[in-house]
């Protein structure tokens, strides 16, 4: 019964969070406000619950928020992203590398440890496999919280400002990409009576769950969340008939503000203190790398500033995803990347980091 109550508390505080934030017109608001919130909540109490369970089912709507705004002529459009995505992952691991080895260098931590704690996956996913290498997973998941906050209370006040500057200098589409695809725009649809919205929005979401649960089943990294983006999709390319209503577009923001915020505790804030120069370093590599690849992606393709801005951040499909939805960005170009991303260094990371630690044992 006690969790319950703090369950409900920890819901209560992030929500509050969350909706002060978008009152405030903070950008990403609804995520960033419940991620602060819940953070204070639970470094001060300790009290902080939610079920690791509902991780699943926050990834499989955000899967079906995504996936909702795909269209045919958006699918058409991928095949002009090949040279983004190479320049993204060829960043990515870079900086995966150049941090990891200044971090050695420059503090006691031990090579798997620093390996992981900057590699740009997910925040769960790293710690465990860190351990299996032997590195310190509590070390990791702290700096990894560290490489996350950075991007959600720096980032989006600088992404608003682009989306603008690029819609002012851009008013057409830039690019090859059908005009559905820019700046979060689409086609104009006819107006729905409640009835079908409803209908049609838990047809979208029994779509999505279905491809989460199965990608999960079968054991793919961030399965839930690909998996009901792709099935959502599908659902969506396929019959034109896919809904996701705003209202649910906050609900979702908050509650994944709240389990990242729940991520920090009290006794990670006081490890922050020894982790002071490797969490430095990660902090300033993430600034740096992300606004390095976002130049060369701006300079060798026809994408918009902010929308390159955005995939070459390291944050997760889901939250930029978010994030991209909230500003009005670019959102299937974004998410297709940071899938992109993500399922490779899910793939490759594991093994090309257990290779390297072989080489230099």
Known sequence: MEQVLY????VAVGTAGGLLAKKAKMPAGGMVGAM????????WLEKGVFPAQLRTVIQIFTGAMIGSKMRRQDVAAIRHLALPMVIVLISVFSMNLLCAWGMYRASTLDLATCLFATAPGGMSDMPLIGAELGGNPGYIAILQLV?????FVLMPPIFKKLVAWDAKKHPAPVCEAPA?????TSPAKPVLDEKTKILRFLLTVAASSAGGLLFKALGVPAGAMIGS??????FSVSTDRAYYPGGMRIITQIASGIYIGLRMDRAGLMNLTQLAV???LVALAVCAFTALCALVL????KLPLATCLMVSTPGGVQEMALLADDLGADVPTIAVMQSVRLMTVAAVAPTAL???LSAMA
């Open 298 to 301: 701006y300079k060798c393709t």
């Open 278 to 280: 490797p969490a430095l």
């Open 36 to 43: 602060i919130a819940t953070i204070i909540f639970n470094v």
């Open 354 to 356: 257990a290779a390297l």
């Open 147 to 151: 490489r996350i906050l950075p991007i």
């Open 7 to 10: 369950f409900l508390a920890t």
């Open 229 to 234: 983006m792709l099935f959502s999709i599908l």
């Open 180 to 184: 559905s695809t820019r700046a979060g």
